[in-house]
């Protein structure tokens, strides 16, 4: 089945512990994205990568760390977590640019306390 | 640079009964629309998108959405509504160039009741 996943789907953590979110697609996608969801805010993205070893800032990246060491996963790492970090998150995935359709992860939902 | 405006954050509807979703854009070019639904406790999923072409454009589930240039619009419709289209529609737009990146309104929320 052609999925996104991602791991952990529900996360409580303290300020200041490193964490990873892990992203995996098996649909040999070459855009990946990292977007937080805020209630009356929508989705933002913070990072994008276009291929293995490419990756650039969307537009909240502040706080946020990413790699594309394989085309398949993308993790997003918080090197030292915040409360405004408290968040929604969804890993999306896309065979190309513009037009493609993006197909999303079921979400992790990161409370940093 | 772009933006999306949902005026609506939650619109409440009668099952069997017609909707529309507001959404309005800004770009100064040329655009890939989409809406995206998102079920309680889940990712979201295309609902349908705009590339060019037909104004009018369908998706799935019985959803439809037209283009409007002159008013920047891309309203999504039903005819009639079910229980089961309970959720949270977001709009985003993407600028027609090879980079993927989406900007998404801030959602509306349809609440349908029996």
């Known amino acids: 089945e052609a999925q996104v996943t991602q791991n952990p789907r529900y996360l409580i953590t303290v300020t200041g512990k490193k964490l990873t979110v892990t992203c995996s697609q098996n649909?040999?996608?070459?855009?990946m994205s990292w977007y937080r969801q805020d209630p009356g805010l929508g989705l933002r993205q913070i990072y994008y990568?276009?291929?293995?070893?490419?990756?650039d800032k969307g537009d909240v990246p502040e706080g946020y760390k990413v790699s594309r060491k394989e085309k398949r996963n993308f993790p997003l790492i918080l090197e030292s977590p915040s409360p405004n970090q408290t968040s929604l998150y969804f890993c999306?995935?896309?065979?190309?640019?513009?037009?493609?359709?993006?197909?999303f992860g079921p979400g992790t939902r990161l409370t940093v306390l | 640079a772009q933006s999306v405006t949902q005026l609506d954050s939650q619109v409440p509807v009668f099952e069997e009964a017609p909707v529309e979703l507001r959404c309005n854009y800004s770009s100064s070019v040329s655009v890939y629309l989409f809406w995206y639904v998102q079920y309680p406790n889940q990712g979201l999923q295309l609902l349908l998108k705009y590339l060019s072409g037909s104004t009018l454009v369908k998706g799935i589930n019985g959803f439809e959405a037209e283009f409007n240039k002159s008013q920047t619009s891309f309203h999504l419709r039903k005819p009639s509504v079910h229980i089961s289209d309970t959720a949270e529609y977001f709009c985003a737009v993407n600028l027609n160039t090879g980079f993927q990146k989406l900007v998404f309104g801030t959602g509306t929320r349809l609440l349908v009741s029996p």
């Open positions: 999306a995935s896309s065979l190309g640019g513009g037009p493609d359709t993006q197909y």
């Open positions: 649909m040999n996608h070459e855009y």
């Open positions: 990568s276009m291929n293995v070893e490419v990756t």
